[in-house]
């Protein structure tokens, strides 16, 4: 049972290129997130799908785009890279049950946009 | 809307010494509440959650949360801290309806002296 899954784990881009970070769960969960993490301003929420074929901004929509693809995939974009994009991509995955329910994550993608 | 606030940046305490992480949210209806850690490198990890019931909560590692509605606080606690519990501690919030999503704080990061 792998959990999620993020690929790639690092990637260098020069401002201007366009990447896709993938992710997959494989927990059957219904709902997926895109979070960004920078020094001292915690996880920011990027985009979240509370099922397949939806999708929703979060707090820090702006420059990205997401796809969830089906119940397992839910990729993020960026169209453009800017350097204020370099930043620790997490994307989670929660079920949703009444008092059953916690977030899971993937090990996270190190982007660095020079 | 939704808010979680991590009112210390950074804590020190000296090993074997209690500990107590602070958290306060902002939630319109009652909410779930997660305690997640970070150590360096490394994605995160459930310490606990609450839900309903009894408003004091068992997690991993030793440490345990309280939930008091009057006064919208989470805050962490364990009684004797090791030098491994050294790392950064966030505090969400969330309610896992269809639509909903899960908030974060800042973090709280937690040093420990010898």
């Known amino acids: 049972n792998a959990g999620v899954t993020q690929t790639p784990k690092f990637q260098v881009l020069k401002t201007g290129q366009s990447m896709t970070l993938q992710c997959a769960q494989d927990?059957?969960?219904?709902?997926m997130y895109w979070y960004r993490q920078d020094p001292g301003m915690g996880l920011r929420l990027i985009y979240y799908?509370?099922?397949?074929?939806?999708?929703d901004k979060g707090e820090v929509p702006n420059g990205y785009n997401v796809s969830r693809l089906n119940k397992r995939e839910f990729s993020l974009r960026l169209e453009s890279a800017a350097p204020s994009q370099t930043s620790v991509y997490f994307c989670a995955s929660t079920k949703i049950g009444v008092g059953n329910t916690e977030a899971f994550f993937g090990q996270g993608t190190r982007l660095t946009v020079v | 809307a939704q808010s979680v606030t991590q009112p210390d940046i950074h804590i020190t305490v000296s090993e074997g010494a209690s500990l107590e992480l602070r958290c306060n949210y902002s939630?319109?209806?009652?909410?779930?509440l997660f305690w997640y850690v970070q150590s360096p490198g490394q994605g995160l990890q459930l310490l606990l959650k609450y839900f309903s019931g009894d408003t004091l909560v068992q997690g991993i590692k030793g440490f345990e949360a309280e939930f008091k509605r009057s006064q919208s606080s989470f805050n962490l606690r364990k009684p004797s801290v090791h030098w491994s519990d050294a790392a950064e501690y966030f505090c969400?919030?969330?309610?896992?309806?269809?639509?909903?999503?899960?908030?974060f704080g800042k973090g709280t990061r937690l040093h420990i002296l010898p």
């Open positions: 927990m059957n969960h219904n709902s």
């Open positions: 799908s509370a099922s397949e074929g939806t999708t």
């Open positions: 939630y319109g209806a009652t909410p779930y």
């Open positions: 969400a919030v969330g309610r896992m309806n269809r639509d909903d999503k899960i908030i």
